[in-house]
């Protein structure tokens, strides 16, 4: 039978907790940095043309379609190669999550962007209106608000891929649980923490999703 002590874990509070600020820190700025190219992709991708919209696809395709892991990866141990200089693992981090944040963005706000009824536009032009107004003052407010669901769904989902980052060095959450696990030899207890407080934090946050949704499809009916 196992014999499970949590009472050491207490010891390690204040590590725990700076792992945790140092996770959120990075998450954030790779959630800032992925929805504003992530909205620019959409656009590319609904209103640039041939050219841009190929550009914005291929873009799409390649940083969704490739394993955050692997993104990490090469810019954590390739890309410095190319710039004769070590990026360091906050910068790997933040540049692998944002551009695949940005992938998986521009995929929400460009099926917002399509949920838009062609009446629309079409009353637009009957009104006169320049393309312009017509794009930033009518259709994107619109799709804004339908991406918010979607969009906070998605946030959930990369503060928990945040956890991969550990593999490169950096001191998140998940580097630190595994450090005090290989000290104290006992993973059970340690590991079990951290999935309780990566837990604490996603789940928060999918609620508030939840309610978010419900309200927001009140308004679009309406």
Same mark, same amino acid.
């Given at each position: 039978?196992? $014999?499970?002590?949590?009472? *050491?874990?207490?010891?390690?509070?204040?590590?725990? @907790?700076?792992?945790?600020?140092?996770?959120? =820190?990075?998450?954030?700025?790779? /959630?800032? @940095?992925?929805?504003?190219?992530?909205?620019?992709? #959409?656009?590319? +991708? #609904?209103?640039?043309?041939?050219?841009?919209?190929?550009?914005?696809?291929?873009?799409?395709?390649?940083?969704?379609?490739?394993?955050?892991?692997?993104?990490?990866?090469?810019?954590? *141990?390739?890309?410095?190669?190319?710039?004769?200089?070590?990026?360091?693992?906050?910068? #790997?981090?933040?540049?692998?999550?944002?551009?695949?944040?940005?992938?998986?963005?521009?995929?929400?706000? +460009?099926?917002?962007?399509?949920?838009? &009824?062609?009446?629309?536009? $079409?009353?637009?032009?009957?009104?006169?209106?320049?393309?312009?107004? +017509?794009?930033?003052?009518?259709? @994107?407010? =619109?799709?804004?608000?339908?991406?918010?669901?979607?969009?906070?769904?998605?946030?959930?989902?990369?503060?928990?891929? #945040?956890?991969?980052?550990?593999?490169?060095? @950096?001191? $998140?959450?998940?580097?630190?649980?595994?450090?005090?696990?290989?000290? &104290?030899?006992?993973?059970?207890? /340690?590991?079990?923490?951290?999935?309780? /407080?990566?837990?604490?934090?996603?789940?928060?946050?999918?609620?508030?999703?939840?309610? /978010?949704?419900?309200?927001?499809?009140?308004?679009?009916?309406?």
């Amino acid at each position: 039978m196992v $014999d499970l002590n949590f009472s *050491f874990v207490l010891g390690y509070t204040n590590v725990l @907790l700076a792992g945790l600020l140092t996770s959120i =820190q990075f998450v954030s700025v790779a /959630i800032v @940095l992925g929805l504003s190219l992530g909205f620019v992709l #959409s656009l590319m +991708r #609904s209103f640039g043309g041939t050219i841009l919209g190929m550009i914005a696809t291929v873009f799409v395709e390649v940083f969704r379609g490739t394993p955050v892991l692997v993104l990490l990866f090469w810019f954590f *141990f390739c890309l410095p190669v190319f710039f004769g200089t070590d990026l360091g693992g906050f910068a #790997s981090a933040v540049l692998a999550l944002s551009l695949y944040f940005a992938a998986i963005t521009s995929e929400t706000f +460009r099926s917002s962007l399509k949920s838009i &009824e062609p009446a629309q536009l $079409d009353a637009c032009v009957a009104l006169g209106l320049g393309a312009g107004t +017509r794009i930033f003052r009518v259709i @994107l407010p =619109q799709a804004v608000l339908r991406a918010i669901p979607n969009l906070s769904s998605n946030v959930v989902s990369l503060f928990k891929e #945040s956890a991969l980052v550990s593999a490169v060095g @950096l001191a $998140d959450l998940m580097y630190v649980g595994q450090n005090i696990a290989n000290k &104290e030899a006992r993973p059970i207890e /340690i590991l079990t923490v951290v999935a309780l /407080i990566y837990f604490a934090c996603a789940f928060p946050l999918t609620r508030i999703a939840a309610v /978010i949704e419900k309200k927001l499809l009140k308004v679009i009916k309406v």
